[in-house]
């Protein structure tokens, strides 16, 4: 630790006697300064003891004193040296009062102590402070070291938790903690994701001091002061590292600190080169598989990919607008492939241009994780503000397996189709076959088709001479029942055939025909108001 006014006074060559301010000598002294001004404070830095002979001030003055020492106090100086038998013979009643009355500590330093030998005493202790701390961050650092090569990242928590006395967390590419050192510090690190999130959006090297939360849990201690630092090289780091401390860290806990950082730097390095490998294999396997060759997808994945291949999986395929894929893809890329490593779960992730490609779990964390993301997505500031989810469009499969793993492939790129019509950021393939194929006609171009289609029935109607838009629409409702459809418009039946004969002339089709029929009823639908 260093130097203190206790430590100077107790070392025995300098001798000098406390004459105000006993309860506070256990202030550390970051240097020994003299001056023989009458103002030194603007000279001063805080945290010095200051030293003199009072050859310049009138010590015996009790006013001029409170004045001196109150400056002293306010400046951050923590403790005066006052040197007897060479202006005054004794430590005037009049300093040692104001000091008792400003609580500065008072040292009264005896004519055979130069104030050298006491500068030289606190240089001292603090070259040895600094050396301790220095030796001791070494330790820390092999300690460290030793740790993420016998256990990775966790490893390094733990070793980390414990040099700087307090808690440390990894946090992954989509903010979530993935582990934290004690066990009791995972529920106070998820509550700074918001501010690692923040910090994310930072170019790495990037770090931030933050307020942590104000009451312990699970038997950990209160800590009101967290730094977070940003893991990794890339213009957006892969991953956080939080460290939760009581106070700031010293000299020996900010190399320990700053050890962890580029531990966890190099693991994440390492480990992006093999997601790059894996990324490989991947689209290795996914072209096998939409080849219709699950076998041989099967025996290249080998255990990496084999048990997503042996269960029903959801192939995803996101889009985003050319030249801005990165951004968006990246971050669902990231998304579910923390959601699928924090549930045990294997997941086949390809980029392909501005398309990325996703193999997931049926019911897994991964898809869940990808819906979860285009619902927060959805209306939100992405669609509208350039962020990473701008332009984003993701259509989902069906639970597939291998052998109809291309059909899936289709079902995802339909669904892809119809998100992006309708202005939607995802679509599950469910969803089309569950629901009515009313909302497809929103379409412009099939709302340009059935506007050509109907455009001169419309003219007609408009001339006065009939009604066989509302005629067409009631026959066709009613499956050609020439009964029913007249009561419904309120005229009879012969009315109703010669309007229907009117419409087979102006358009040249024939009722009969029952694509015809069905044309007609769609562009009916695609022009309705509420349709």
């Given at each position: 630790m260093p130097p203190t006014l206790a430590s100077l006074v107790h070392h025995s060559a300098l001798k000098l006697t406390v004459r105000a301010g006993e309860d506070r000598l256990d202030v550390p002294v970051r240097w020994a300064h003299v001056s023989?001004?009458?103002?030194?404070?603007?000279?001063?830095?805080?945290?010095?003891?200051l030293l003199v002979t009072a050859l310049k001030l009138d010590a015996e003055d009790p006013e001029a004193m409170h004045r001196y020492v109150k400056r002293l106090a306010g400046a951050g100086v923590v403790g005066l040296g006052f040197a007897v038998g060479v202006n005054y013979e004794a430590v005037p009643d009049a300093l040692v009062d104001a000091a008792r009355a400003e609580g500065l500590p008072l040292l009264e330093v005896p004519r055979r102590t130069p104030f050298l030998a006491i500068s030289k005493a606190v240089s001292a202790a603090i070259a040895a402070d600094q050396y301790r701390a220095v030796t001791a961050g070494f330790a820390?650092?092999?300690?460290?070291?030793?740790?993420?090569?016998?256990?990775g990242p966790?490893?390094?928590?733990?070793?980390?938790?414990?040099?700087?006395?307090?808690?440390?967390a990894l946090y992954d590419a989509s903010g979530a903690v993935v582990a934290a050192a004690p066990e009791w510090a995972g529920r106070r690190a998820a509550r700074l994701t918001a501010d690692v999130e923040r910090l994310r959006e930072r170019p790495a090297p990037a770090s931030a001091v933050v307020g942590g939360p104000a009451q312990p849990e699970g038997g950990g201690r209160d800590t009101d002061r967290v730094e977070l630092h940003s893991i990794g090289t890339t213009r957006r780091p892969r991953a956080a590292l939080a460290v939760g401390t009581a106070g700031a860290p010293g000299t020996?806990?900010?190399?320990?600190?700053?050890?962890?950082?580029?531990?966890?730097?190099l693991t994440t390095e390492r480990s992006r080169s093999l997601h790059a490998a894996e990324q490989r294999l991947g689209a290795a396997v996914l072209r096998m598989l939409l080849a219709g060759e699950p076998d041989h997808a099967r025996a290249v994945a080998?255990?990496?990919?084999?048990?997503?291949?042996?269960?029903?999986?959801?192939?995803?395929?996101?889009?985003?607008?050319?030249?801005?894929?990165?951004?968006?893809?990246?971050?669902?890329g990231e998304v579910v492939e923390a959601a699928a490593a924090r549930a045990g779960e294997a997941v086949l992730a390809v980029p392909d241009g501005d398309r990325l490609v996703v193999l997931a779990t049926d019911g897994g964390a991964a898809v869940a994780a990808c819906l979860a993301h285009a619902a927060a997505l959805e209306g939100g500031p992405a669609d509208t503000g350039g962020g990473d989810g701008e332009g984003l469009t993701v259509g989902l499969s069906a639970p597939s397996g291998p052998i109809a793993a291309s059909a899936a492939y289709k079902q995802a790129e339909q669904a892809l189709s119809v998100a992006r019509r309708r202005?939607?950021?995802?679509v599950e393939h469910e969803q089309l076959a569950a629901g009515s194929v009313l909302p497809l006609l929103a379409d412009d171009a099939v709302r340009a088709f059935a506007d050509g289609l109907l455009r001169a029935l419309r003219e007609h109607?408009?001339?006065?001479?009939?009604?066989?838009?509302?005629?067409?629409?009631?026959?066709?409702?009613?499956?050609?029942?020439?009964?029913?459809?007249?009561?419904?418009?309120?005229?009879?039946?012969?009315?109703?055939?010669?309007?229907?004969?009117?419409?087979?002339?102006?358009?040249?089709?024939?009722?009969?025909?029952?694509?015809?029929?069905?044309?007609?009823?769609?562009?009916?639908?695609?022009?309705?108001?509420d349709s």
């Amino acid at each position: 630790m260093p130097p203190t006014l206790a430590s100077l006074v107790h070392h025995s060559a300098l001798k000098l006697t406390v004459r105000a301010g006993e309860d506070r000598l256990d202030v550390p002294v970051r240097w020994a300064h003299v001056s023989e001004l009458a103002d030194p404070v603007p000279y001063m830095e805080g945290g010095e003891l200051l030293l003199v002979t009072a050859l310049k001030l009138d010590a015996e003055d009790p006013e001029a004193m409170h004045r001196y020492v109150k400056r002293l106090a306010g400046a951050g100086v923590v403790g005066l040296g006052f040197a007897v038998g060479v202006n005054y013979e004794a430590v005037p009643d009049a300093l040692v009062d104001a000091a008792r009355a400003e609580g500065l500590p008072l040292l009264e330093v005896p004519r055979r102590t130069p104030f050298l030998a006491i500068s030289k005493a606190v240089s001292a202790a603090i070259a040895a402070d600094q050396y301790r701390a220095v030796t001791a961050g070494f330790a820390a650092q092999r300690e460290l070291t030793r740790q993420a090569l016998s256990h990775g990242p966790e490893g390094v928590l733990a070793a980390l938790a414990a040099q700087v006395d307090g808690w440390a967390a990894l946090y992954d590419a989509s903010g979530a903690v993935v582990a934290a050192a004690p066990e009791w510090a995972g529920r106070r690190a998820a509550r700074l994701t918001a501010d690692v999130e923040r910090l994310r959006e930072r170019p790495a090297p990037a770090s931030a001091v933050v307020g942590g939360p104000a009451q312990p849990e699970g038997g950990g201690r209160d800590t009101d002061r967290v730094e977070l630092h940003s893991i990794g090289t890339t213009r957006r780091p892969r991953a956080a590292l939080a460290v939760g401390t009581a106070g700031a860290p010293g000299t020996a806990e900010r190399y320990a600190v700053h050890s962890a950082v580029a531990l966890l730097t190099l693991t994440t390095e390492r480990s992006r080169s093999l997601h790059a490998a894996e990324q490989r294999l991947g689209a290795a396997v996914l072209r096998m598989l939409l080849a219709g060759e699950p076998d041989h997808a099967r025996a290249v994945a080998g255990d990496l990919y084999g048990g997503l291949l042996d269960a029903p999986f959801r192939m995803i395929v996101a889009e985003a607008p050319a030249g801005r894929g990165a951004g968006p893809l990246g971050t669902l890329g990231e998304v579910v492939e923390a959601a699928a490593a924090r549930a045990g779960e294997a997941v086949l992730a390809v980029p392909d241009g501005d398309r990325l490609v996703v193999l997931a779990t049926d019911g897994g964390a991964a898809v869940a994780a990808c819906l979860a993301h285009a619902a927060a997505l959805e209306g939100g500031p992405a669609d509208t503000g350039g962020g990473d989810g701008e332009g984003l469009t993701v259509g989902l499969s069906a639970p597939s397996g291998p052998i109809a793993a291309s059909a899936a492939y289709k079902q995802a790129e339909q669904a892809l189709s119809v998100a992006r019509r309708r202005g939607r950021v995802c679509v599950e393939h469910e969803q089309l076959a569950a629901g009515s194929v009313l909302p497809l006609l929103a379409d412009d171009a099939v709302r340009a088709f059935a506007d050509g289609l109907l455009r001169a029935l419309r003219e007609h109607d408009a001339t006065g001479r009939g009604d066989l838009v509302a005629s067409l629409r009631a026959w066709l409702s009613r499956h050609g029942q020439w009964d029913a459809a007249a009561a419904d418009l309120g005229v009879h039946r012969h009315t109703l055939r010669y309007r229907m004969r009117r419409v087979e002339e102006i358009l040249g089709r024939s009722l009969d025909d029952a694509d015809v029929r069905m044309e007609l009823w769609l562009a009916l639908k695609a022009t309705a108001p509420d349709s």
